[in-house]
């Protein structure tokens, strides 16, 4: 569906008002927890009708005033640099700035280096910065930069003098690799990550995952996919957050750098061809709604998203207890579930009329005869 599609209607049954097209998230809710344009991020999720849930998971810290970072750039000016890897655009500008805040003259220094890029926003900020980029990897991961110095492709490393602008990560592979093959590397720490300020977002958010209560989670930096699961393990719910994200949950990271603390945890994520917000939100409209089927009932089209239903084209939100046994009945459509199974999906307990009123309730929102009552057994969907 296309942004200009949105506000067009589609083909109602007869005698009722046409149904506007469904923005292709409503009914869902994606959590973001980017530290830097989160709200850029969750604009475009908004945008596409999703219910949004901000809780930055990382904090970048500045080093301009840091000891280490005034020390590494003194160690880079003490000879001349035969190789320069800018892992970000940010961090690369920032160190730059912070040296010529210290009257340090990096820029010229670096004016006889290759400075290879990780990725495009580091190839502008050293074209910005008046430096030429020498080569970038296409899949913008440090792997493929080390893969490219290993191969000879910058001449023999041994001997040869290597800075490499660290981007919150230490970077230890690209750096071990580079030193086993006998060169001299300067780590230049320009920022790094740290958990928020105020870590209750987060600690809400993991609790949220664990009870499969948020439908996607969005990831733009592996620090961020580290800490989510640092603070999971912190709150008593690593497990049940490893679990909901292996089925309920969907994690969408925005390439296989972010991915790789996932990956290591034994999660696999969704991720865009490209590393760019668009795409990560393109991502999520292409595959949250996917993994929910729509049901027939009759004349009738059904869809369970995670926080609504769509009846016939048209979102029905619900009250949790009839959307908790909506699920239930759509989790096996067809087959009669029994009251006592359903009590066990509504959260505040009960008995068997509290079931039967959250099917009344239901059925009154929904307004469709889409949930059938088999006497002496329980419920179904009717499909």
């Keep these: 569906m296309t942004d200009s599609q949105l506000d067009h209607p589609v083909a109602s049954p007869a005698g009722e008002p046409p149904v506007p097209d469904l923005l292709p998230l409503a009914g869902y809710t994606v959590a973001v927890t980017a530290a830097r344009r989160s709200e850029e991020l969750g604009a475009l999720l908004d945008r596409r009708g999703a219910r949004v849930l901000y809780a930055p998971a990382i904090r970048i810290v500045p080093l301009s ?63 910005g910065a008046g430096l030429v980029d020498a080569w970038s990897p296409e899949s913008e991961s440090s792997a493929e930069v080390l893969s490219h110095l290993l191969s000879g492709a910058e001449g023999p490393l041994p001997g040869r003098r290597i800075a490499v602008q660290l981007h919150g990560d230490p970077l230890p592979e690209l750096v071990a ?34 009870a499969r209560a948020v439908d996607a989670v969005t990831f733009t ?10 603070v999971a393990e912190e709150e008593g719910v690593y497990s049940g957050v490893l679990s909901a994200l292996t089925d309920a949950v969907l994690p969408v ?26 795409a990560l939100a393109r991502s999520v409209v292409a595959e949250l709604p996917a993994r ?92």
């Design 253 to 278: 990271a925005v390439g296989p750098v972010t991915a790789a603390p996932l990956e290591a945890a034994g999660v696999r994520s969704v991720q865009p061809e490209r590393a760019r917000l668009g």
């Design 65 to 127: 005033d840091d000891a280490d970072l005034v020390t590494a750039t003194r160690e880079v000016l003490a000879a001349p640099v035969d190789l320069v890897v800018a892992t970000t655009g940010v961090g690369f500008r920032g160190w730059l700035e912070a040296a010529e805040a210290w009257d340090l003259p990096l820029r010229e220094h670096l004016a006889t280096a290759r400075v290879l890029a990780r990725g495009p926003k580091a190839r502008g900020a050293i074209r």
């Design 292 to 383: 929910h089927p729509v049901l027939h009932s009759g004349p009738h089209s059904l869809q369970v998203r995670g926080h609504a239903v769509v009846l016939d084209g048209r979102l029905v939100e619900l009250a949790p207890g009839p959307m908790a046994v909506l699920r239930a009945l759509a989790r096996r459509p067809g087959v009669v579930v029994s009251r006592a199974d359903l009590l066990s999906e509504l959260s505040g307990g009960g008995d068997a009329h509290a079931v039967e009123m959250a099917v009344t309730r239901l059925r009154a929102a929904l307004g469709a005869p889409v949930v059938q009552t088999v006497v002496k057994r329980g419920y179904r969907l009717a499909v």
């Design 177 to 210: 690799g580079l030193v086993r093959a006998g060169a001299e590397v300067i780590r230049v720490p320009v920022y790094r990550w740290v958990l928020p300020e105020d870590t209750a977002p987060l600690r809400r958010l993991v609790a949220v995952i664990a």
């Design 221 to 230: 930096s592996a620090p961020a996919a580290a800490s989510l699961l640092q």
